[in-house]
């Protein structure tokens, strides 16, 4: 199957730095996505890789490894409202470009 | 403002009592789509339309109907419920390939 590995809880303090990784199967990868989410709301696009190397957004960045089926979402100055459970979303090459989701990766920010 | 709407929020219903969820979006978007969000399984894909009048099954099309005579609308339907499908239901579109997903704010389905 197409499974998308993530740590299911994570915890940081605010100002600190958090690295959420992700894993995924490379056959007929075809691109990742992370998408934020907080409790009871809909998922909010983050961040968008589909070669090799860091793409930073602000406090937020992502990396991906292709060879390796391996991405990160790194969260620096964390603030409390980062708060939220982060998505990884692998889309897979086939008859149309399909999206697997990972479980989520809810991630607690402490004073 | 860039939206997509699903209707109702919540809904609390019994066993066998045909109901249908209504996603609707304003930017144009070929692509939509539904996902059902339940703990520690993440979001799972019912049905996509890649158009109008084009839909296919997703992982777990079983007990859904979709239908997308329009391309703004895409609504979910459940023809006889049951409890396994009580979860959080979101609606998304995009214009396609690689683009992100807009998602609706999400269909919280009780199934007595």
């Known amino acids: 199957g197409q499974n998308i590995d993530q740590p299911t809880e994570m915890t940081a303090t605010e100002g600190a730095i958090v690295q959420i990784n992700c894993t995924y199967q490379?056959?007929?990868?075809?691109?990742l996505f992370w998408y934020q989410q907080h409790a009871g709301e809909a998922p909010t696009f983050l961040s968008y890789?589909?070669?090799?190397g860091l793409e930073e957004k602000g406090r937020f960045s992502s990396f991906l490894s292709r060879s390796k089926g391996y991405s990160y979402l790194l969260l620096k100055e964390l603030q409390m409202k980062d708060s939220a459970s982060y998505l990884c979303a692998v889309m897979f090459s086939g008859g149309y470009n399909k999206l697997i989701f990972g479980a989520g990766t809810r991630l607690a920010v402490h004073p | 403002e860039a939206q997509v709407t699903q209707n109702p929020r919540y809904l609390i219903t019994v066993t066998g009592k045909k109901l249908t969820v209504t996603c609707s979006q304003n930017?144009?978007?070929?692509?939509m789509s539904w996902y059902r969000q339940d703990p520690g399984l993440g979001l799972r894909q019912i049905y996509y339309s890649m158009n109008v009048e084009v839909t296919d099954k997703g992982d777990v099309p079983e007990g859904y109907k979709v239908s997308r005579k329009e391309k703004r609308n895409f609504p979910l339907i459940l023809e006889s419920p049951s409890p396994n499908q009580t979860s959080l239901y979101f609606c998304?579109?995009?214009?396609?390939?690689?683009?992100?997903?807009?998602f609706g704010d999400g269909t919280r389905l009780s199934i007595l």
């Open positions: 998304a579109s995009s214009t396609g390939g690689h683009q992100p997903q807009h």
């Open positions: 490379t056959s007929g990868f075809n691109g």
């Open positions: 890789n589909v070669l090799d």
């Open positions: 930017m144009n978007h070929e692509y």
